[in-house]
């Protein structure tokens, strides 16, 4: 056997760990979300292929040199500030590159320039991979960007998702501290709609070792305005983080995107909400949390159904999405609904 021969038997033998083989692109990889999702993609073994983004070089360069110093084996990883070459071949893509949410803003503060930076992603997606499998959309407001990725890449909507699971996490986060209960102890902890202020948190759809956690709520230590500030703390859990730290979250919405991104490369199933496209009778051409699933066939909406009142908090986040969908449309980064077909005739 040649030596070249045993050099590419070495290498399917180290790469024969990995979940995939096909090219996974982090977009905005300087960043904190970005360099995080980087390191988790290669230490969760998604694929050896790991192509970084970013239109900052010396920043994107020295996210590579670190990742590369940490001796990972079997890995190709390159990097690029050229978009056409970082998406050539791309099959996976997980973008955290619009601007950050910093003290002061809210998620919608940020519409305008993320959205435009997201109708530029979409664009090139169709110019330079349209054979992509799925792409997760997490920069703010992500309801919103991820709509317009998807209008513009002219995918399927299942394969395009965006990260809901934030909000369901920390709300299994803040149930843990206010009954002192181990966070594994709680369970389907889960918010819909909108990931920004006009979120829905869910009571009815949760357990608390194994009782359903509306038992809890109007007794000691959860009475019903602890369960209402409870509520504000998630929707507010951004908010929190950026008092505490200086800087929006990375660690939390970098792992969650890159557990997002290996369900759909065919790993374990994602076990949170995703923002996903909707369109039937009730919600109409949105993009919005909701019961999900996440494979190699992409996103699949589950059905769901709340109380009364839950429902309500949905059906005003949906119209509150709907508010910043047309707010969007007014500034001319998306056409009238009505010409979505024109451009993405999967919509």
Known sequence: MSKSSIVNVFNFIKNMNYLSNDKLVIIGAAGMIGSNMAQTAIMKGLTPNICLYDPYGPGLEGVAEELKQCGFEGLNLTYTTDIAEALKDAKYIVNSGGAARKAGMTREDLLKGNAEI?????????????????????????????????????????????????????????????????????????????????????????????????????????????????KQRVIQGGKRIIELRGRSSFQSPAYLSIEMIEAAMGGPMFRWPVGTYVNNDRFSHIMMAMETTIDKNGVTVQPMSGTPEEEKELDQSYKHLCALRDEVIELGIMPPIAEWSKINPNL
């Open 118 to 230: 997201a109708e530029e992603f979409g664009k090139n997606v169709k110019k330079y991979c349209p054979d992509v499998k799925h792409i997760v959309v997490i920069f703010n407001p992500a309801d919103i960007t991820g709509l317009i990725t998807l209008l513009y890449s002219g995918l399927k909507p299942s394969q395009v998702s965006t990260l809901a699971a934030l909000d369901s996490t920390r709300l299994r986060n803040e149930l843990s501290k206010q009954l002192n209960v181990e966070p594994d102890n709680i369970v389907n902890c889960r918010t819909y709609g909108g990931h920004g202020e006009q979120m829905a948190v869910f009571a009815s759809t949760a357990k608390v070792n194994g009782k359903p956690l509306v038992d809890f709520i109007g007794t000691e230590p959860l009475t019903k305005e602890a369960w209402e500030d409870l």
